[in-house]
């Protein structure tokens, strides 16, 4: 097989399979349906990822894209001995940036999301490795600046509810965007907004 023929094959199955688990769900999907919206061979998902359990461990990655995160990151850095009020605020400026800023925030960033919001709802197999491998990481990181911004332990329960506090502002917009955009008249939304809504959220968990 040619090897851009071939490159170009996984990269049309990984597209078509955030598309088709974004609609219906890591159970419902079906390899079939994937190959057929990636114009390839059903036996494809098995030569490229080997089953449909890899390919949505595949697609997991790409929700998280790791480059990405770490674009972001260092766009909005601060120095390591910076106020931690700083350093908070770069946090969260990042990951609203993360989740929001893909422009026109439809397409693949969108079926991102929805996958996302459907591990939430029902839970897959890899639900513990999505955990492991990229939320632990990001909530571990979060508390620890809460931590430091109170002056009490990472596990006080002080630092857990603030930081839940904090990702359900980051949040509310993504999980209520089906309702608020029903609204009249329909609230703006924070796509468009961006940097008012982290200017917002920073504020808000300062203040608190």
Known sequence: MNRTNDVNTKQALLL???????????????????????EANVAAVNYHFGSKDSLYAAVLDHTFDLEKTEALRERFAVADDAPVEDRLAAYIRTHIHEIYADEGWSGVASD????????????????????QDHIQSYAG?????????????????MVMDAAMSIWSQMFDPLLMMPI?????????????????????????????
């Open 16 to 38: 078509a399979a955030v598309r088709v688990f974004a609609k219906k769900g890591f159970r419902a999907a079906t390899v079939r349906e994937i190959c057929q919206l990636a």
């Open 112 to 131: 991102h999301w929805a996958i996302f919001l459907m591990e939430m709802a029902t839970p897959s197999p890899h639900l513990d490795s999505l955990v």
């Open 141 to 157: 990181d979060l508390r620890a600046l809460v931590s430091e911004f109170l002056g009490v332990p990472p596990t006080h329960r």
């Open 180 to 208: 608020t955009d029903r609204f009249r008249p329909p609230r703006p939304r924070v796509q468009e907004n961006l940097e008012a809504f982290a200017d917002h959220v920073i504020t808000f968990t300062l203040g608190g």
